[in-house]
């Protein structure tokens, strides 16, 4: 085997181990998916970043993070791995099937995801569908980076493209039925790091001048709603996804809070992809909001 130009080309192997660590958040699930032992996952990671020149992972509370480094070559390695894969595709062999990338916010999984799963599957053409549950943000990276076909995404600012179907999302905060506020105190903030709630609450409360103080932090739904009905304190989300246990919380005191742009958005490259529009439309009858909200905008001709 020639290895004169080793240095020149990054295994198509490395960039694999790297997305699957960053997407479990952890060596160990990531050799455990990959059918590969730690040590070797190990080895490979290190390998990449003498090819990179530096770090790709930092150690944190939650398990492992990336680098600024990191964050660039994760952009550049999901766009390699899905063109490897759609060459891959040409073949026509049964070795390789088809694969339809779908992206859910993790925010709205446990009100949709699973009446999503069904649907798509059924509407998928025979076509092999793999989702994606993640924040919205993860969602438009990997949708930018060729990672996800289409994608579901909620986004207070800068949206990802242009949507096919577009919408917004009223965000309201959040509390157990029985929670009381004693009367001057801070404010107890359920986080949620990077995810739309936590920018949206911290920037509503500070505008309109107001203690709060941060009594949980998680980067799930289901801890986040545990701590609620715990009566820990507030946590934004949008409004329709509210469980029917908890409830909208309206008091006085508590800023109003924005709108959110929404909606499905599609692969740079796949505008025209019958199979993928046919799943929007499904994805768009179960997501969107019920017919007749004058916000819910028909899919554009292409």
């Known amino acids: ?9 990054i295994p198509i192997e490395l960039l694999r181990s790297f997305v699957s660590i960053q997407e479990t958040g952890s060596f160990t699930r990531s050799a455990e998916q990959l059918r590969l032992t730690q040590p070797a996952i190990s080895a490979q990671i290190k390998r990449l970043q003498q090819l990179v020149g530096g770090e790709v992972f930092a150690k944190s509370a939650f398990g492992v993070s990336l680098t ?22 040409l073949s026509g062999s049964g070795s390789v099937s088809k694969s339809l990338r779908i992206g859910i916010p993790n925010v709205f999984a446990d009100s949709m995801l699973s009446n999503v799963i069904v649907a ?16 919205s943000q993860d969602l438009a990276r990997s949708l930018a980076s060729g990672y996800l076909d289409l994608a579901f995404i909620v986004s207070p600012r800068n949206p990802p493209a242009q949507p096919i179907y577009r919408w917004s999302e009223q965000l309201c905060w959040s509390c157990a039925r029985d929670f009381l506020l004693s009367p001057g105190a801070s404010i107890p903030l359920l986080s949620w790091p990077h995810g739309i709630s936590d920018q949206a609450a911290i920037e509503a409360l500070e505008n309109a001048g107001l203690q709060y103080l941060i009594v949980f932090v998680a980067s799930d739904l289901a801890g986040h709603l545990a701590a609620l009905r715990s009566r820990m304190g507030y946590f934004v989300l949008p ?35 019958k199979p993928v529009l046919a799943i929007a439309d499904v994805m ?7 017919t007749g909200n004058p916000s819910m905008r028909p899919r554009e001709k292409v």
């Open 1 to 9: 085997m020639q290895r004169r130009h080793e240095s020149m080309n």
């Open 239 to 273: 409004e329709r996804v509210v469980p029917a246990d908890l409830k909208i919380a309206r008091e006085h005191y508590l800023p109003s809070l924005p709108t959110c742009e929404a909606g499905i958005y599609i692969r740079e490259g796949l505008e025209t992809s």
């Open 120 to 135: 798509c599957r059924g509407g998928s053409d025979g076509e092999r569908t793999q989702f994606s549950c993640e924040p």
């Open 68 to 89: 600024e480094k990191g964050e660039i070559v994760s952009r550049y390695a999901r766009r390699i791995l899905a063109m490897n894969d759609q060459i891959l595709s």
């Open 284 to 290: 768009a009858d179960i997501i969107g909001p019920r």
